[in-house]
């Protein structure tokens, strides 16, 4: 590590450590051989990993580096909202090429500040991490993986095995606005050069983790089984539907578009990290959980030879559902 | 992900899984949106994570995947074991070029087999992660996580910041026999092919994280303050002296040299991943720890004005002893 990577990581440690007093589940963070975290009695540990890979996930040309490290966050914080935990510690390690640790507003620099922001927004501390030079030399890429530990009460998680023949299936927020904004972006990239700043008009730049829902879903008991829409709704109710053993039918009429969205883009576009959760059919679900609304979009249903694992009901018409595999770019 | 990546992480998963019916800790393991782990009353978490990157931490021409990826896990393991904690589970994420994921025994396929051999070693389960191509075409360089999560009794963690003024500085095994066998794989790369079994003969290729000596040392009471030896004495012990705000006095007729090495490589040679650890001048510390000679190479001092950091006494003389930087190639 260099003297500049040392710099940025002194001033992440003093910024990541204002957090963590607020927090005070961390008890040792960055500067020591590992982290050292309370949670509570009676908690069980959660944890998850993402990639967040150049010219994968996102590119440089395209998206400003603090959306890059928002939507690293993000992703893991969604996986945590998901199984109906909080967050209780992030962890990040970042390769960069040669030249992008350079500055005091360097992409490094700035990269850091979309994800401390998204941190202190859920008051997560930054424990830890890596910072490295990218191997590779001229041609070589950024790539980032964030880790999220968090605490679920033991017993409560929400996981995708537990949907039950005749649960309905309901999703929050809004489905393709990710995959609509990201077509608008790959038509004219220099639109969006200043979307550096956290909206919600902008569901492809800073998706926001519904951790809020997750943890009253636990709390409350409401849903059966659950999973974040990444890779889109077509795919990751499949990932619903083999973990619970089910098959599920989507009512088009009932998907909440995002803004600019088509039908096409609720189905299979990615990126919206919104909760898809199933629940007892006789359960009460509010229309809006933790300030988000929510929408009942279709069924789960014991399997049937003969009948496809997914199907879409749309002008009384009932036809299979394929999931179409997200590619991000 | 394609077709060839979910064939690999199916295998892995059914391999994983095994491991985490033992241990019993694994609540949900890859395949959900998290993992879920259990950890026992009166325990804090730990958790470490280190990048291994193609060409700054190792060479595919020069390195078995069984090794990369043993060696992976083991920097994981060892930063487990320099705080005294007991390894609870692993996550991988890797990403490689393509073509590395081709055939039964791919080099994606290797570098699990030598990861999970020693997680099988340690009873860890490799409870989840990330398997993704590396962008940037034929200039693509294979990148791996590591994250371990391991569990510590609540304020028994060993940290950096422990030395007192007048305490003992001692190592486990021996020193520079991991930059010994560098030298000699530099010079003919071709003699190392054939190594990919762990043999405690390879230090470099295979180091042992010391797991058993830091859970002896937390529940005896033994040590103080503890790291790794992973980037060099000189470099480590700094960060020891840093934390705990003394200096320290090594002796460098005490240092015990591993094979081939000189003086030089015990003193800045980097990845022997030895734990480093003071006690105090009292205390009885056997010769041996959990089957691993221990040598007390030293001692730690009040600051002074005018006095270095760290000394190396030698022939009767004292100098001052600078950190210098390992550079893994």
New interface residues.
Partial sequence: MGERERAILRDIRARALRGAEREGAL??GI?????????R?GE????????S????HFRRGWHAPEAVGHKCLARGLS??A??G?RP??A?V?L?VPRGLTQGRHSWTARFYDGLLALAERWDVPL????L??????A???A?A?I????A?E?GR?L???GAKAGDALYVTGTLGGAAAELRALTRSPARFRSVILVTPEHPHFFPQPRIGVGRALVRRKIATA???VSDGLSVDLEHLCE?SGMRAEVDAALLPLGSGATLEDALHGGDDYELLFTADAGARVPRSIAGIPVHRIGRMLRRQAGRPQMALVKDGRRTELKPEGWQHF
Same sequence: chains 1, 2.
Wanted: charged share 25%.
């Fill in positions: 008890r040792v500067g020591d051989d590992a982290a050292v975290l309370a949670v009695r069980e540990i959660v944890v998850t990993t993402d990639f890979l150049e010219d994968v996986d945590i998901a199984i935990a209780v510690a962890f390690s390769a424990a830890g991490g890596d490295a030079q990218s191997p590779g030399g041609d070589a890429r790539a993986d880790v999220v530990v968090g679920v033991r998680a996981l995708r095995s659950a999973i974040d973990e």
